[in-house]
C-alpha cells in the first residue's frame, strides 16, 4: 500500500447511519446526506458529458470527478498546474487500451 494512502485510511472515521431504524443523523450528528448528494452528481455528470463510461476504467472516472470537486475553489488554470504538478508518469494509449 502506498503511503498516500495509508495516511488516509488512518485518519479515516467511518459513521454509520441505520435508515433502516428511521435514524437519519447519528449520534455524533453524522448524515450520509453530502454523500448521497455527491454520488447524485457523479452519475449526472456520466449522464451528461461522458454519456457511457467502461466498468474498466470507472475508477479513473471517479478520481477526475473526486479532483473536480476537491479544487472547484481553484481557477481552471490553477487546475491544470495542480494536475501536471501531481503527475508521475504519461499514459500511453496501448496501456489505455490494454
Given amino acids: 500500500m502506498n503511503g498516500r494512502l495509508t495516511q488516509v485510511l488512518n485518519a479515516y472515521q467511518h459513521e454509520v447511519v441505520d435508515h433502516g431504524r428511521g435514524q437519519y443523523v447519528n449520534d455524533n450528528g453524522y448524515t450520509s446526506n453530502a454523500m448521497e448528494c455527491g ?26 470527478f473526486a479532483f473536480r470537486y476537491n479544487y472547484r ?19 500511453k494509449y496501448k496501456d489505455l487500451v490494454a
Fill in 39 to 64: 454520488w447524485k452528481h457523479f452519475k449526472l455528470t456520466i449522464i451528461a458529458t461522458h454519456h457511457q463510461v467502461s466498468r474498466k476504467h470507472l475508477n479513473k472516472y471517479v478520481q477526475e
Fill in 73 to 91: 475553489h481553484l481557477g481552471s488554470q490553477q487546475q491544470i498546474d495542480c494536475v501536471i504538478a501531481n503527475m508521475e508518469c504519461r499514459l
